[in-house]
């Protein structure tokens, strides 16, 4: 059975002696000791291994916590319906959305984890793990910020798209104190998280309109502050199609299209099974068609 080890470069040594166990256990094994890692976020060449794998194998540590490959390594096998098997090697609490899936402990003596390893992969379901439905209760005061938030986002980016930069910064301006106070009270919200991170996402844009209007977009730390946001929403509710949305929305921008298409058309199918048309992510998809066509 095909095997796919989504680690940290931090955590290589106890992710080779886990590859090393599967392997004599007779398991085919995929484990990056590349430098792709320091390239993209998900090029083909990891997403085509974890679709031919049945098993995804988390090595999870407050190394992987902070690892954005991990983090869409995981999602993108959890998208494809391969079940996440955790072995945590440090205290570090697993993603929200992992609780419900035994882990492995890999902290101590690794033996018996080791032989329990082996046997959970080799009785892998053919499913995505099953994770418990987020409950969530909003007081008016969170509905109207979260209405007033994202309606202003929404003709921040109406200016924008005209290329009135000047009043796409006036209404960034207000979104950006509303935003402000929003997360301070509600800092736990879904939906503050997912505004939060289209907040940054905006503020790139608006920065770097000209170099990316030029086909230029320069690295930059908003970029990944808005890309956190919308992965720990994603660890809270991985079918959450607006997180998932804005994570491709910002790989886009970083012009890793694979990755972004992946994540953009799990956004529109998702929110098609609530019977909602998701305009803005088939704008997006669009975009990254027209993108992929260039290239």
Aim: glycine share 4%.
């Amino acid at each position: 059975m095909n095997t796919f080890i989504s680690h940290s470069s931090k955590d290589t040594p106890q992710s080779v002696r886990i590859e090393a166990a599967l392997e004599k256990d007779g398991h085919e094994v995929w484990l990056d000791r590349s430098d792709i890692r320091l390239g993209v976020l998900l090029r083909a060449e990891l997403q085509s291994a974890i679709r031919k794998s049945r098993a995804v194998v988390l090595v999870w540590s407050k190394a992987a916590a902070a690892s954005r490959w991990v983090a869409a390594e995981i999602l993108t096998a959890f998208h494809l319906r391969r079940f996440i098997i955790p072995c945590v090697v440090d205290d570090t609490p697993l993603p929200q959305f992992l609780d419900n899936t035994v882990y492995l402990n890999f902290r101590g003596n690794t033996r018996t984890a080791v032989h329990s390893l082996c046997r959970a992969v080799a009785e892998v379901p053919r499913t995505a793990n099953t994770f418990s439905k987020v409950m969530t209760s909003q007081n008016p005061d969170l509905q109207e910020a979260i209405r007033l938030i994202a309606q202003a986002q929404a003709m921040e980016l109406d200016r924008l798209g005209q290329r009135d930069l000047a009043g796409a910064r006036g209404m960034h301006a207000i979104v950006d104190a509303a935003i402000k106070k929003a997360e301070k009270r509600w800092r736990l919200d879904l939906m503050i998280l997912n505004l939060a991170g289209y907040h940054r996402k905006n503020a790139y844009m608006l920065k770097h309109w000209d170099a990316i209007q030029a086909g230029r977009p320069p690295k930059d730390p908003l970029l990944l502050r808005g890309e956190q946001f919308f992965f720990e929403a994603l660890f809270v509710n991985p079918t959450d199609y607006s997180a998932l949305n804005g994570l491709g929305s910002v790989l886009i921008l970083e012009r890793e299209l694979e990755a972004a298409e992946f994540f953009v058309r799990r956004a529109i199918a998702l929110a098609k099974k609530k019977k909602i048309v998701y305009t803005d992510a088939e704008n997006d998809l669009a975009m990254i068609t027209h993108y992929k066509t260039q290239t």
